[in-house]
Nanobody
Framework: QFHLVESGGGSVQPGGSLTLSCAAS????????IGWFRQAPGRERERVSC????????YVADSVKGRFTISRDNAKTTVYMQMSSLEYWDTAVYYC????????????????WGQGTQVTVST
């Protein structure tokens, strides 16, 4: 059964760091693309970063470039997103999602989603 579970969210002060994890099961891991998306209250869902699991190629949104890093551990079937220099506007629910093959990093490409993990940046 296809399953994605996010973890690692929490509250952090501006300038702080968090690492999110997306544990995947129920599918052939390296045949997919995993993406991180976020949605803040009153705002549209936003793509953050994606990684093609077969070759490790990545996409990173301009809004987080240089601050967020996506990576994978194929043996653990887990994708990580290291977030540093967090700012207030990074506050959102962060979702990981899976798309078959080498997918474009747009939400419409992804058909399996996790339940989300809250990230709150505040003093």
């Amino acid at each position: 059964q296809f399953h994605l579970v996010e973890s690692g969210g929490g509250s952090v002060q501006p300038g702080g760091s968090l690492t999110l994890s997306c544990a995947a099961s129920g599918f052939t891991f390296d045949h997919y693309t995993i993406g991180w998306f976020r949605q803040a209250p009153g705002r549209e869902r936003e793509r953050v970063s994606c990684i093609v699991l077969s070759d490790g190629s990545t996409y990173v949104a301009d809004s987080v470039k240089g601050r967020f890093t996506i990576s994978r551990d194929n043996a653990k079937t887990t994708v990580y997103m290291q977030m540093s220099s967090l700012e207030y506007w990074d506050t959102a629910v962060y979702y990981c999602a899976a798309a078959p093959g080498e997918a474009m990093c747009v939400a419409a490409s992804f058909d399996s989603w996790g339940q989300g993990t809250q990230v709150t940046v505040s003093t």
